[in-house]
């Protein structure tokens, strides 16, 4: 997003008045429309944010941006009853960038069908590696993690991941160790005193 690369597509959209065409290109947070969980439309912050070029992931699965399958699979549910009921829904997530670097970064959504939320909907992304760097983790711990956020205990996350509650509990004890921290509360403190019904990492 150079001034003078940019330009003639700066005057153009100016000229023609297309204020919300020209919002949308240029604005400084990533910016994705998506029909069923596949990008329609992103703006240049985006397509930088993870490595790309705005057309390489125009019409591509948003998969290709998660850490692995199992966490494109597991996140589609979290946030359905928040779009469905109120039209919006916010969390933050680890995500992938181009070449595999996982990175946290802050997504809010708004859908155009509530009834249907995930059919057609819009989305921010915000980069938060410059002030939450990621640890890396296990794709059992980013489960187990995920799960602690939803508040289950771990005869709960044991069920749900079929694992018995003693692994469990060796894999909250590393989260707590690699964190610094005493307890689950403190793992949340220690991702900027959000909620932890808003932190994501692969369910």
């Known amino acids: 997003m150079n001034g003078s690369k940019d330009r003639p597509d700066l005057d153009r959209l100016f000229a023609?008045?297309?204020?919300?065409?020209?919002?949308?290109t240029h604005a400084p947070v990533g910016l994705v429309v998506t029909e069923n969980r596949v990008i329609r439309?992103?703006?240049?912050?985006?397509?930088a944010m993870?490595?790309?070029?705005?057309g390489?992931?125009?019409?591509?699965?948003?998969?290709?941006?998660?850490?692995?399958?199992?966490?494109?699979?597991?996140i589609r549910n979290r946030g359905v009853r928040?779009?469905?009921?109120?039209?919006?829904?916010?969390d933050e997530r680890v995500m992938m960038r181009r070449g595999g670097d996982l990175f946290w970064c802050r997504v809010?959504?708004?859908?155009?069908?509530?009834?249907?939320?995930?059919?057609?909907?819009?989305?921010?992304?915000?980069?938060?590696?410059?002030?939450?760097?990621?640890l890396p983790l296990t794709r059992r711990e980013r489960e187990v993690f995920s799960l602690l956020g939803e508040g289950k205990t771990s005869k709960e996350i044991?069920?749900?991941l079929e694992l018995?509650?003693?692994?469990?509990?060796?894999?909250?004890a590393r989260l707590l160790k690699k964190f610094g921290v005493a307890n689950t509360a403190g793992l949340f403190q220690s991702l900027g005193d959000i909620g932890g019904d808003h932190v994501v990492s692969s369910s």
């Open 16 to 24: 023609a008045r297309d204020l919300a065409g020209l919002a949308f």
């Open 41 to 47: 439309a992103c703006n240049q912050s985006f397509a």
């Open 50 to 54: 993870f490595g790309y070029e705005c």
């Open 56 to 74: 390489e992931l125009c019409d591509r699965s948003f998969a290709i941006l998660y850490p692995s399958q199992e966490e494109f699979v597991n």
């Open 82 to 90: 928040a779009l469905r009921e109120g039209g919006a829904y916010w």
């Open 108 to 134: 809010r959504g708004h859908t155009f069908t509530p009834e249907e939320p995930l059919a057609r909907a819009v989305w921010s992304f915000a980069d938060l590696a410059d002030t939450r760097p990621y």
């Open 158 to 160: 044991a069920r749900s």
């Open 164 to 172: 018995s509650y003693r692994t469990v509990e060796v894999h909250r």
